[in-house]
C-alpha cells in the first residue's frame, strides 16, 4: 500500500491544479506508469501496442499509448495501476528478442494542453509548424519548449489535444512557462 501512495505522489509532482485561459485549458495528467522500450525490430506488438508505426507517432489511445520516437526507441504510457501489467506484458511479448524495456515513471511528468488555441500556446516556446498539416493527430517527436527538451505528442480526438512529457526536474518551468503564455495569447 505504502508503494502504490508513493508512485501517486512520485506521479503528481504538480497537484491537480487546472488552468483555463484564452480558449485552452492546461492540466497536469493523471498518475501513470511510463516505459522506455529499445529493441532492434519493429515487428509485432506490445502489451496490445503496435512497434511497426513510423517514427513519431503515437498509437493507442488516452488511457494506454506507444510513441515511436526513433528506429528503435519508443515511449510508453499506461494508467499507474496497470506498471507491472504492461512490464511483464512487454517482456513476454517481446520473449527472447534482445530489448531493454526501463520504468522511468519517477523521471517524467504529463501536462495535457487542450483548446482552439493549444498550438498558438505551445509556439510560444516550441519552434515547430503545428499546424494540421505539418503536425497531425497522432504525431509524436522529441523538442524543446522555452529552455527544456519534452516529448510533444498530438492525441487523436476532436479539437488540438496535446501531451507534452518532460523530465520531473524541468515540470514547475514547463507549466509555468505554459501558464504564464496562456496570459500572452489574449482572448483575441
Known sequence: MLEVRYRTARALPLGRAEARSAGVTIRPADAEARFVLRVRSAEGEVAGLPLDRPINTVSGDDRRWIARLGPDEWLIGAPE?????????????????????????????????????????????????????????????????????????????????????????????VHGFLKEAAFGIGEG
Open 81 to 173: 495501476s496497470e506498471a507491472d501489467l504492461v512490464a511483464n506484458s512487454v517482456a513476454s511479448d517481446l520473449g527472447t528478442r534482445a530489448h531493454s524495456l526501463v520504468d522511468v515513471s519517477h523521471r517524467n511528468v504529463g501536462i495535457d494542453v487542450e483548446g482552439l488555441r493549444a498550438a498558438e500556446l505551445l509556439n510560444a516556446g516550441c519552434p515547430l509548424d503545428l499546424g494540421e498539416t505539418a503536425f497531425p493527430a497522432g504525431r509524436a517527436t522529441r523538442t524543446l519548449l522555452g529552455k527544456a527538451e519534452i516529448v510533444l505528442i498530438r492525441r487523436a480526438g476532436p479539437g488540438a489535444r496535446y501531451r507534452v512529457e518532460c523530465w520531473r526536474s524541468f515540470a514547475t518551468y
